[in-house]
């Protein structure tokens, strides 16, 4: 990406991971347009503050979007092009959780999800990526919980598969026109969507996650835009996400009976 006119698009932009990256490739690209996509204006000027603070003389653009809203995407997104130009980098970083069993949240609620964290992406994919020009490159921020079936994540796992499929398509039919999709897999993040995840998740869910580790932002940030900057397509944040996905087939057994046996140990 040429430092004089790169113009980098991020959704999620005003918080954890999205924030993060759009600080990581301010730090790269100094003389690079930002331009930072979330539902909450507010928090989006507080990010572009914390950006400009991090790294002096930042170009930060701000804009009000819902990713669930197809038309609302395709207005917005027309507007920041027309002020900026179509995109060298875009990363899709927005998305909510659900902890909680398949049946334990409603129906609305488990669509609600899905809109966002999967639709969600398709609106801004179907948006941006005609614009895109040959060399640009697409980043899809998905979860180790698109990896394996995890106990409590009956109305956020299935999101996460969804837009694992969604990138794994978009590989190979961008391809073609030169445009490199990369699919970034990070386990539990310390963000501000983690902090609120955590005291609705079921004790088995806690259980299980309670021996793995927590990743910051920026190490995940960091490891996507290297990753995107090589023209990688999958970035596996952290060595237990690597060898679930290297070893899924043989580790699923044993997580399935793991999980079993704290359903029997907590009742739940």
Same mark, same amino acid.
């Given at each position: 990406?040429?430092?004089?006119?790169?113009?980098?698009?991020?959704?999620?932009?005003?918080?954890?991971?999205?924030?993060?990256?759009? %600080?990581?490739?301010?730090?790269?690209?100094?003389?690079?347009? +930002?331009?930072?996509?979330?539902?909450?204006?507010?928090?989006?000027?507080?990010?572009?503050?914390?950006?400009?603070?991090?790294?002096?003389?930042?170009?930060?653009?701000?804009?009000?979007?819902?990713?669930?809203?197809?038309?609302?995407?395709?207005?917005? %997104?027309?507007?920041?092009?027309? =002020?900026?130009?179509?995109?060298?980098?875009?990363?899709?970083?927005?998305?909510?959780?659900?902890?909680?069993?398949?049946?334990?949240?409603?129906?609305?609620?488990?669509?609600?999800?899905?809109? %966002?964290?999967?639709?969600?992406?398709?609106?801004?994919?179907?948006?941006?990526?005609?614009?895109?020009?040959?060399?640009?490159?697409?980043?899809?921020?998905?979860?180790?919980?698109?990896?394996?079936?995890?106990?409590?994540? $009956?109305?956020? =796992?299935?999101?996460?598969?969804?837009?694992?499929? +969604?990138?794994?398509?978009?590989?190979?039919?961008?391809?073609?026109?030169?445009?490199?999709?990369? +699919?970034?897999?990070?386990?539990?993040?310390?963000?501000?969507?983690?902090?609120?995840?955590?005291?609705?998740?079921?004790?088995?869910?806690?259980?299980?996650?309670? $021996?793995?580790?927590?990743?910051?932002?920026?190490?995940?940030?960091?490891?996507?835009?290297?990753?995107?900057?090589?023209?990688?397509?999958?970035?596996?944040?952290?060595?237990?996400?690597?060898?679930?996905?290297?070893?899924?087939?043989?580790?699923?057994?044993?997580?399935?009976?793991?999980?079993?046996?704290?359903?029997?140990? +907590?009742?739940?």
């Amino acid at each position: 990406m040429n430092n004089a006119d790169g113009t980098i698009f991020i959704s999620g932009g005003s918080s954890g991971i999205g924030l993060a990256t759009a %600080i990581a490739y301010a730090r790269v690209h100094k003389t690079a347009r +930002l331009a930072l996509f979330a539902r909450n204006q507010e928090r989006l000027d507080r990010a572009a503050v914390t950006i400009r603070a991090e790294v002096s003389g930042a170009e930060v653009h701000c804009f009000a979007l819902d990713v669930a809203n197809a038309e609302h995407v395709a207005s917005i %997104i027309s507007q920041a092009v027309a =002020a900026l130009g179509a995109p060298d980098r875009v990363v899709l970083a927005a998305g909510v959780t659900l902890p909680g069993r398949h049946d334990a949240n409603s129906l609305a609620a488990q669509r609600e999800v899905m809109e %966002i964290n999967y639709f969600g992406s398709l609106n801004m994919v179907l948006a941006l990526a005609p614009l895109m020009r040959a060399g640009s490159r697409l980043a899809l921020v998905g979860s180790a919980a698109g990896l394996i079936g995890t106990y409590g994540y $009956g109305g956020y =796992a299935p999101s996460k598969f969804a837009l694992r499929g +969604l990138a794994e398509v978009l590989r190979v039919e961008l391809a073609t026109r030169g445009i490199s999709v990369t +699919l970034c897999l990070p386990p539990d993040t310390d963000t501000p969507m983690l902090a609120g995840e955590l005291g609705l998740r079921p004790a088995v869910t806690n259980r299980i996650a309670a $021996g793995a580790p927590v990743l910051s932002a920026g190490v995940v940030a960091s490891a996507l835009v290297r990753g995107m900057e090589a023209g990688r397509f999958l970035v596996l944040p952290g060595l237990p996400v690597k060898l679930l996905y290297l070893f899924g087939p043989w580790i699923a057994p044993i997580a399935r009976w793991q999980q079993r046996r704290l359903i029997r140990m +907590l009742g739940e």
